[in-house]
């Protein structure tokens, strides 16, 4: 490593719980990547100056995490074609003096998913209308999903990813009221929690699974905790469950060949990631 190494990061919050940064910095070990990577606790109302702060800096890249997603957008010089389709960033790339946005959350998803099914032809309840929650729904979408349903306690925000998904995809989509009664409808095959409740201190997730389909998949995005008291309820309920560490893994590699080029190794990664989350809970 240099004195000067190239910066990259995250911004999120809350961001303590983040293992972001144990994945990133052993891949440019691994890899010999003059790189550092700084998971950095930035409240809504101070991104932009997080962003212009990473300007000055010289960063390479930062990754945006809840609840930045959609926020970042404004502050970028150009969307990719995935970004702007899907609505919401989670990785910029510094080019040529311009953040360019790109989202790497539902390709890593569909990764994660791919380990217990394909997302061809799925039926999928999406808890959440964030920016998460758009770039899971457009991706599964496009993959093949016959149906996708999208709840939210603001049904206004579902049916905007609904239509969404409905005008530039054959997925048939609908917005649904997350009220406190919701079941998993009798026809999904899938569902996905894309919010961060199941954070330490964020409350539980609102979903009844008193009687589910029969081959239910349920997955969440959060990657810490692993398994989370909603995927506990899941697995108790009969349902395969899918933690968000694969997830996190395969868009934390796709973040990387935008940074640096490198293709990263995934197992070196994957035991950084193990060993992060095994510290965080026995600190």
């Known amino acids: 490593m240099s004195l000067l190494p190239a910066l990259t990061g995250s911004f999120s919050t809350p961001a303590a719980g983040n293992p972001t940064v144990a994945i990133m910095e052993a891949a440019y070990h691994h890899h ?27 960063w390479i890249g930062f990754n945006c995490s809840l609840p930045h997603k959609v926020a970042v957008i404004e502050l970028l010089d150009e969307l990719a074609d995935s970004a702007r389709l899907i609505g919401a960033v989670n990785c910029a790339i510094r080019s040529n003096g311009r953040w360019i946005g790109a989202n790497t959350d539902g390709q890593g998803f569909l990764a994660s998913l791919r380990s217990v099914a394909e997302p061809a032809g799925q039926r999928a309840l999406i808890l959440g209308a964030g920016g998460a929650a758009r770039a899971i729904a457009v991706e599964l979408a496009l993959a093949g999903a016959s149906e996708i349903w999208v709840a939210n306690r603001n049904v206004s925000k579902a049916s905007d990813i609904a239509n969404l998904v409905s005008s530039a995809t054959s997925s048939a989509c609908s917005a649904i009221e997350w009220r406190s009664d919701l079941s998993v409808p009798d026809a999904a095959t899938l569902v996905v929690n894309a ?38 309820r899941a697995r108790q309920a009969g349902a395969t469950t899918v933690d968000g560490r694969g997830m996190l893994l395969n868009q934390a590699a796709i973040n990387i060949k935008f940074w640096t080029d490198v293709d990263p190794d995934r197992e070196v990664m994957g035991r950084a990631l193990d060993q992060a989350i095994a510290d965080w809970a026995h600190p």
């Open 32 to 58: 010999d990547i003059d790189a550092r990577y700084l998971n950095c606790e930035v409240a809504a109302e101070h991104l932009g100056d997080a962003v212009r702060g990473a300007t000055a800096m010289g």
């Open 195 to 232: 919010t961060s409740l199941g954070l330490p201190g964020s409350g539980e997730v609102g979903l009844n699974f008193d009687a589910i389909p029969a081959g239910l998949v349920v997955c969440d995005v959060i990657p810490n905790p692993p398994d989370t008291p909603f995927l506990q």
